[in-house]
């Protein structure tokens, strides 16, 4: 069975880091970008962070440049998102997906193949 496990969700206070984890099973994520997801409370599903299959392709929405870091470790066959100086606004439901691309230097935020069930984060003090 194909697929995608988050981890690393908490609660921590204002200004401090939580990294998340995706590790797939059933597939390897060699031929797939990897995007991380939040949803807050009665919103839509937005885009965070994505990374290419070689790593060499990564986005951020603007509300979270420079303080998180994606990246991925394909022997591991896991996805990572650490997540520095959070804040309140940050408190939402992050999930991780699976792209399956062709080319090994594009990622976006459309048309995943792959989702994870998800993990809270929740900032607050």
């Known amino acids: 069975q194909r697929q995608l496990v988050e981890s690393g969700g908490g609660l921590v206070q204002p200004g401090e880091s939580l990294r998340l984890s995706c590790t797939a099973s059933?597939?390897?994520?060699?031929?797939?970008?990897i995007v991380w997801f939040r949803q807050f409370p009665g919103k839509e599903r937005e885009g965070v962070s994505c990374?290419?299959?070689?790593?060499?392709?990564?986005d951020y929405v603007d509300s979270v440049k420079g303080r998180f870091t994606i990246s991925r470790d394909n022997p591991r066959n896991t996805g990572y998102l650490q997540m520095d100086n959070l804040n309140p606004e940050d408190t939402a439901v992050y999930y991780c997906?699976?792209?399956?691309?062709?080319?090994?230097?594009?990622?976006?935020?459309?048309?995943?193949?792959?989702w994870g069930t998800g993990t809270q984060v929740t900032v607050s003090s």
């Open positions: 997906a699976a792209d399956f691309t062709i080319a090994k230097s594009v990622c976006n935020f459309v048309n995943m193949d792959y």
């Open positions: 059933g597939f390897s994520i060699d031929s797939f970008a």
């Open positions: 990374i290419s299959r070689d790593g060499r392709r990564i």
